[in-house]
């Protein structure tokens, strides 16, 4: 485990790091998850391993820390982000992002250009949505207002999510979690979409087939984004179908 202070604070970000040449590779987590329970398995893959590779934990989430002060904004997120690729001398990065850490790296490439050389992003959030009680993910999550989250909230989201999320989302800082999910809720400006779009570099966006067309997917491939769409699997692909998400993966940073 390497880590890095990434705030005015001292607060430090926290990474699993595989050690190899070449590009390095960065992978990154979805809301309420932490990188090395979801990405370990495909980075020490055949098809993968070989490369220099982080497993970097967002502020708030996982092995890194907690800042009761930090707003969890997206572009925040980025930023810290940045601070801590710099410090552990990387650039040049082929960032591999699951969810809300693919709307994190879509920012990453579009602040900080030179840390990034390709995207590969798994069913990655693109545009805001609108906050809905009940709903799974950050829309569910934030529609409670923080005091409600905090006295209560947090426990139907618990319920909600089932055990296998909440194993990793039971790591999380309530407070970063609510306010990730709010500020990954309400997206960016421009948005997430229209950044990627404008954004330079091989990129590339894995989907769930069985979720049908891609909103958009026009779109993004007239931008030069590749949008492949994935069998038999969810919305976790690299741990429904690690196999073909190995496959697509190498496959999308060879290109």
């Known amino acids: 485990m390497r880590d890095a202070v990434v705030t005015a604070g001292g607060d430090r970000m926290r990474w699993v790091e595989l050690p190899g040449s070449d590009a390095p590779r960065v992978f990154l987590h979805g809301l309420g998850a ?46 810290t982000l940045a601070a801590a690729l710099t410090a552990a001398g990387v650039t040049g990065a082929e960032v591999i992002a699951h969810s809300m850490g693919g709307s994190v790296a879509v920012v990453l490439a579009d602040r900080h250009p030179e840390l990034v050389s390709r995207l590969v992003l798994i069913d990655a959030n693109l545009d805001p949505v609108e906050p809905s009680r009940g709903a799974l993910g950050s829309s569910g999550i934030a529609a ?28 999380t ?25 404008r954004s330079h570099g091989p990129r590339t966006f894995l989907y769930p087939e069985a979720d049908g067309p ?36 190498a496959a999308a940073l060879a290109a």
């Open 34 to 79: 932490t990188a090395p329970a979801y990405f370990a398995e495909a980075a020490a893959h055949p098809l993968l391993a070989g490369h220099r590779t982080l497993m970097v934990d967002l502020l708030g989430h996982g092995l890194s820390d907690r800042p009761q002060d930090f707003d969890y904004r997206l572009e925040s997120h980025a930023d």
């Open 144 to 171: 409670y207002s923080e005091a409600e989250f905090m006295d209560g909230g947090w426990a139907e989201v618990r319920d909600r999510v089932g055990a296998f999320w909440w194993t990793t989302m039971r790591l």
């Open 173 to 197: 800082d309530r407070t970063a979690l609510h306010r990730s999910a709010v500020h990954l809720a309400r997206g960016t400006i421009p948005t997430m979409r229209e950044l990627l779009v």
């Open 214 to 249: 891609l909103p958009g997917e026009d779109g993004l491939r007239e931008a030069g984004v590749s949008v492949v769409a994935v069998a038999d699997c969810g919305h976790n692909i690299m741990l429904d179908a690690p196999e073909a998400f190995a496959s697509l993966v």
